[in-house]
């Protein structure tokens, strides 16, 4: 798998980038645009000045201002860093100045939500392209971003029907710049295949691990003290940011729960299987399971080495 950026453009592929929201997915996507030279001004806008300060200090981005409407003035892109539940309230602070032909996206890990409180916002003439670059660590804010991120992962798009296909190529074209595969598809089917590769696994790791520090019988220091590798990875999952989590399960509830019913009935089938000894289920499971995960190695998303293939600071979380 490749580990590093290639050589920066000659020409941008934008006059000017403005990214709000500079955690990990803001400030991965500053560095790698910075190293590509894929905007000739990169510009840096969060809410928060402590943000803004430290971004300064690491030199992400030419501009950096808490400022959200003035960032986004004559901008070709905008992506929006933020957890989905502040799309709304950020749209319509940008909208009015927005510029015709600017090109609006995303990296929310929810789609159809995402649609539904931007669209109502974007002006006519600018063209609204929603992405989600399938890609992350457990850490956040601007220290923990790295510019090869997403070298490798795969960026979804969910453009709606009447959404311009020169802006959708520009989407495309910056996402395959810094690494990415990229796929097309409906938010609706996102919202669907996410829900069970990550919406649900992320809900049953906060859950296994809140059981486990609920247990009166065994102490938080043995919890700690014994982690075997499949708990200890439940962790890395369970500390992911509390305000994004939360917003992916309110805004992407209908397929969650749709996945959870699949999920609680298989669950049920294995405590079956347990308590009347059926071996030969859980051993065709077991199988049928393992061929999955060798398929995801098979296909370069993921390594076969020991800790789950994750180098220590760059867990891949599929958020």
């Not at 309110?250 to 996945?259: H, P, T």
Request: hydrophobic share 45%.
């Amino acid at each position: 798998m490749p580990d590093r950026l290639g050589p920066p453009r000659e020409t941008p592929l934008f006059k000017r980038i403005t990214l709000i929201g500079l955690g990990l997915i803001g400030s991965s996507i500053a560095r790698a645009v910075r190293h590509l030279k894929l905007a000739g001004t990169l510009v840096a806008a969060d809410a928060s000045p402590a943000v803004i300060a430290r971004v300064s200090e690491l030199g992400l981005a030419d501009i950096a201002t808490t400022d959200v409407a003035e960032a986004v003035t004559d901008a070709d892109l905008v992506i929006l860093c933020v957890p989905v539940g502040a799309y709304a309230e950020v749209a319509a602070t940008i909208a009015p100045r927005l510029k015709p032909g600017a090109i609006v996206s995303d990296v929310g890990s929810v789609k159809a939500a995402a649609i539904a409180q931007l669209s109502p916002h974007i002006p006519p003439g600018v063209h609204l392209v929603p992405a989600h670059p399938v890609a992350g660590t457990e850490h956040s804010g601007p220290d923990a971003g790295f510019a090869t991120l997403f070298i490798d992962r795969w960026s979804i798009l969910t453009p709606t029907d009447d959404t311009d296909p020169a802006a959708v190529n520009a989407v495309r074209g910056f996402w395959r710049a810094l690494g990415s595969n990229v796929e097309v598809m409906t938010a609706q089917h996102h919202d669907l295949v996410l829900a069970i590769t990550s919406h649900v696994p992320h809900l049953i790791a906060y859950n296994i691990v809140g059981t486990a520090a609920d247990l009166e019988e065994v102490t938080q220091s043995e919890v700690i003290k014994f982690s075997a590798g499949g708990f200890r990875d439940f962790t890395r999952i369970a500390a992911s940011d509390p305000t994004m989590w939360r917003d992916v399960f309110l805004n992407n509830k209908e397929a969650v729960l749709e996945m959870l019913g699949r999920f609680n009935e298989d669950l049920a089938a294995l405590q079956r299987a347990i308590r009347w000894g059926d071996g030969q289920t859980l051993f065709d499971l077991f199988t049928r399971t393992r061929a999955i995960r060798r398929n995801i190695i098979a296909v370069g998303q993921e390594t076969p080495e020991p800790d789950f293939g994750r180098r220590r600071g760059e867990d891949s979380t599929g958020q």
